[in-house]
C-alpha cells in the first residue's frame, strides 16, 4: 500500500532587492572619494588635499558669481571635512555597499508531495519527483531534529549529503511522537543538512513515522 501525503516544500528563493540600483549608484560615486594610505606621507597629503578642497571652495563661493559655481564651491568646502578617507575604510564601505546591493534569499512555500510505497521514499513538487531514497539500501539512516516549533524526520541515503536527504516536518509534536529508539536529546536541523524540507500535518507525520517504523528496524 503506497502512503501519499501533501506537503508544504520550503525552498530558499534568490532575489534582486529593490534597492540594488541605489546602492550601486552610491558605491561608484563613492569610488569618487579621495583616499590616503595610512602611513606619515599619507597622512600629509591627506592634509594637503584638505586644505586645497577648502581653498577652492572657498574661492569658488567668492568669486563663482552665479550659482552654479557657488554650489559647486559649497560641495568642495563640505567634502573637504570628510576627505579624505584611509583606504582601509573606503574599501570596508565599498564591502559594506556592494553587500546590501548583492542578490538576497527568501523562504519559499510550495505545493508537494511525499510518498512511500514500502520500498522507497520519495519527494515531489507539482511537476516532478525531485529525489527519493530507497530504505533497504545499507548505509542508509533515520534521524530526528528540532527545527524551531516543528519535529523533522530525516531519511538520509549513504552518501549523507543533503541534496540527496529527505526532510519531513510538522508543529505540534512532542518529544513522545519520536519513537524510543531515537527518542534521546534531540539536536536542532542544521542548514548544513537539509535544503528543501516537508512540512506535514501532524497526523500525517505520525502515519508515516508509523510506516517507515514497520520497515525500517
Same mark, same amino acid.
Given at each position: 500500500?503506497?502512503?501519499?501525503?501533501?506537503?508544504?516544500?520550503?525552498?530558499?528563493?534568490?532575489?534582486?532587492?529593490?534597492?540594488?540600483?541605489?546602492?550601486?549608484?552610491?558605491?561608484?560615486?563613492?569610488?569618487?572619494?579621495?583616499?590616503?594610505?595610512?602611513?606619515? $606621507?599619507?597622512?600629509?597629503?591627506?592634509?594637503?588635499?584638505?586644505?586645497?578642497?577648502?581653498?577652492?571652495?572657498?574661492?569658488?563661493? &567668492?568669486?563663482?558669481?552665479?550659482?552654479?559655481? !557657488?554650489?559647486?564651491?559649497?560641495?568642495?568646502?563640505?567634502?573637504?571635512?570628510?576627505?579624505?578617507?584611509?583606504?582601509?575604510?573606503?574599501?570596508?564601505?565599498?564591502?559594506?555597499? =556592494?553587500?546590501?546591493? *548583492?542578490?538576497?534569499?527568501?523562504?519559499?512555500?510550495?505545493?508537494?508531495?511525499? &510518498?512511500?510505497?514500502?520500498?522507497?521514499?520519495?519527494?515531489?513538487?507539482?511537476?516532478?519527483?525531485?529525489?527519493?531514497?530507497?530504505?533497504? =539500501?545499507?548505509?542508509?539512516?533515520?534521524?530526528?531534529?528540532?527545527? /524551531?516549533?516543528? &519535529?523533522?524526520?530525516?531519511?538520509?541515503?549513504?552518501?549523507?549529503?543533503?541534496?540527496?536527504? !529527505?526532510?519531513?516536518? *510538522?508543529?505540534?509534536?512532542?518529544?513522545?511522537?519520536?519513537?524510543?529508539?531515537?527518542? /534521546?536529546?534531540? *539536536?536542532?536541523?542544521?542548514?548544513?543538512?537539509?535544503?528543501?524540507? $516537508?512540512?506535514?500535518?501532524?497526523?500525517?507525520?505520525?502515519?508515516?513515522?508509523?510506516?517507515? /517504523?514497520?520497515? &525500517?528496524?
Amino acid at each position: 500500500m503506497t502512503l501519499r501525503l501533501d506537503a508544504e516544500l520550503e525552498r530558499e528563493e534568490v532575489y534582486a532587492p529593490r534597492s540594488r540600483r541605489f546602492w550601486r549608484s552610491l558605491d561608484y560615486l563613492w569610488g569618487y572619494m579621495p583616499s590616503y594610505r595610512d602611513s606619515r $606621507a599619507g597622512r600629509q597629503r591627506a592634509r594637503q588635499v584638505k586644505v586645497g578642497l577648502a581653498v577652492l571652495g572657498v574661492l569658488a563661493m &567668492i568669486f563663482g558669481g552665479s550659482a552654479g559655481p !557657488i554650489v559647486l564651491g559649497a560641495l568642495a568646502a563640505a567634502l573637504a571635512i570628510a576627505a579624505p578617507v584611509r583606504e582601509l575604510k573606503k574599501r570596508s564601505v565599498h564591502n559594506r555597499l =556592494r553587500a546590501l546591493a *548583492a542578490d538576497r534569499a527568501r523562504p519559499v512555500s510550495h505545493p508537494g508531495s511525499v &510518498i512511500f510505497d514500502g520500498r522507497r521514499l520519495e519527494l515531489h513538487d507539482a511537476q516532478t519527483m525531485l529525489r527519493r531514497v530507497l530504505v533497504d =539500501r545499507p548505509g542508509r539512516e533515520l534521524v530526528f531534529r528540532v527545527h /524551531g516549533e516543528k &519535529i523533522c524526520a530525516g531519511l538520509r541515503p549513504r552518501s549523507g549529503k543533503k541534496r540527496d536527504a !529527505i526532510w519531513v516536518c *510538522a508543529p505540534g509534536l512532542r518529544s513522545e511522537d519520536v519513537p524510543v529508539a531515537y527518542a /534521546g536529546g534531540l *539536536a536542532d536541523l542544521s542548514e548544513q543538512e537539509v535544503d528543501v524540507p $516537508a512540512n506535514v500535518s501532524a497526523k500525517d507525520w505520525r502515519r508515516l513515522i508509523e510506516t517507515l /517504523g514497520e520497515v &525500517i528496524q
